[in-house]
T-cell receptor, first 113, second 114 residues
């Protein structure tokens, strides 16, 4: 499968723990997005990278959230001191240079107990 | 601020009937409007899109219309089939200072009844 790959697919953690999600984009897709999706809602924008530069962060992204894309390829999203309200599906999507179609990964589902 | 409203939140139709989902966007700088279909437990996938310089686009049983003046766009599915049952999301994209930002609607759960 040469699509967008996300790991882990599921993560169950206790409140207060740190978690990290990884996204491996389709090669040569220079734009990468992180979205959060809760049940019955549409994807909420979290942050956006163009190559390795983080160009925009949502106000939804508290200081417990950090994202990186160190070499402009894979990206990580870390949540520190998780809270129950962080439980959601975290979606990664990438965008090629010449079209408007966002390609989504399967998502990483986080459950905070 | 940026906002995309989507209606209805749920829609049930009989197989063979048409379904219409409507979205309204707030940012007049938006210039691209995709629709995504998300089946249970799966990733959202693009089904059709329209750019701001076009009023209507059709692909087999699916069509999208755009009214830029009113900032409305709609998805039309004709001759619905059970496999059309899914959650549908509209989105609006704007480009600001080279940044491409997509804002999604809250989704419509479509059920096609056999």
């Amino acid at each position: 499968d040469t699509g967008v790959s996300q790991n882990p697919r599921h993560k169950i953690t206790k409140r207060g723990q740190n978690v990290t999600f990884r996204c491996d984009p389709i090669s040569e897709h220079n734009r990468l997005y992180w979205y959060r999706q809760t049940l019955g809602q549409g994807p909420e924008f979290l942050t956006y990278f163009q190559n390795e530069a983080q160009l925009e962060k949502s106000r939804l992204l508290s200081d417990r959230f950090s994202a990186e894309r160190p070499k402009g390829s894979f990206s990580t999203l870390e949540i520190q001191r998780t809270e129950q309200g962080d439980s959601a599906m975290y979606l990664c999507a990438t965008l090629p240079a010449n079209t408007g179609e966002l390609f989504f990964g399967e998502g990483s589902r986080l459950t905070v107990l | 601020g940026e906002n995309v409203e989507q209606h209805p939140s749920t829609l049930s139709v009989q197989e063979g009937d048409s379904a219409v989902i409507k979205c309204t966007y707030s940012d007049s700088a938006s210039n691209y409007f995709p629709w995504y279909k998300q089946e249970l437990g799966k990733r959202p996938q693009l089904i059709i899109d329209i750019r701001s310089n076009v009023g209507e686009k059709k692909d087999q049983r699916i069509a999208v219309t755009l009214n830029k003046t009113a900032k409305h766009f709609s998805l039309h599915i004709t001759e619905t089939q059970p496999e059309d049952s899914a959650v549908y999301f509209c989105a609006a994209k704007r480009i600001t200072s080279g940044t491409y930002k997509y804002i999604f609607g809250t989704g419509t759960r479509l059920k096609v009844l056999a």
